[in-house]
T-cell receptor
């Protein structure tokens, strides 16, 4: 079956750097997404990786290693508003229905 | 652009009742999706559509039905509601293609008692 693993919760300090890991086991791979979801709100898109390497977008970066089935989301210069859940999702087949989300990592940023 | 809109925002149903969750997008996206999200769990795909007139099952389709008569609208129908369908339902849309970034609606919080 298809599976994605992420840590359930993480805590970090304002101004620091935090890395949220995601490992996946899927039958095929067509891309990996990171979404941010604040409590009680809808997910919003952060990043997309399909090739190995690092994608940087402002304070957020996402890394992918397809051979290891591994990705991470790096958040720099943490702000209080970064307190949210971060969802990893993988498209693993040719169909749009072949999309699986992880359970999400709840990040708490402390002053 | 309003993006993706969903109605209602909240609903309480009795066991055995039926209802339709509405979803509309004004971005001319071909792809639309319905997810449910239970506490502490990831998003689970219920149904999706790659264009008007075309729908397909996702991971958890039982107890639900969909239709896609227009590009803009993708309603989700619950027949004979059960407590197991208590959840938050999100509708999403995307252009499709390689990147396929999804845009989510605000969600419908449904309780079945």
């Amino acid at each position: 079956g298809q599976n994605i693993d992420q840590p359930t919760e993480m805590t970090a300090t304002e101004g620091a750097i935090v890395q949220i890991n995601c490992t996946y086991q899927t039958s095929g791979f067509n891309g990996l997404f990171w979404y941010q979801q604040h409590a009680g709100e809808a997910p919003t898109f952060l990043s997309y990786n399909v090739l190995d390497g690092l994608e940087e977008k402002g304070r957020f970066s996402s890394f992918l290693s397809r051979s290891k089935g591994y990705s991470y989301l790096l958040l720099k210069e943490l702000q209080m508003k970064d307190s949210a859940s971060y969802l990893c999702a993988v498209i693993y087949g040719g169909s749009q229905g072949n999309l699986i989300f992880g359970k999400g990592t709840k990040l708490s940023v402390k002053p | 652009n309003a993006g993706v809109t969903q109605t209602p925002k909240f609903r309480i149903l009795k066991i055995g009742q039926s209802m339709t969750l509405q979803c509309t997008q004004d971005m001319n996206h071909n792809y639309m999706y319905w997810y449910r999200q239970d506490p502490g769990m990831g998003l689970k795909l219920i149904y999706y559509s790659v264009g008007a007139g075309i729908t397909d099952k996702g991971e958890v389709p039982n107890g639900y039905n969909v239709s896609r008569s227009t590009t803009e609208d993708f309603p989700l129908r619950l027949e004979l509601a059960a407590p197991s369908q208590t959840s938050v339902y999100f509708c999403a849309s995307s252009y499709g293609g390689v990147k396929n970034e999804q845009y989510f609606g605000p969600g419908t919080r449904l309780t079945v008692t």
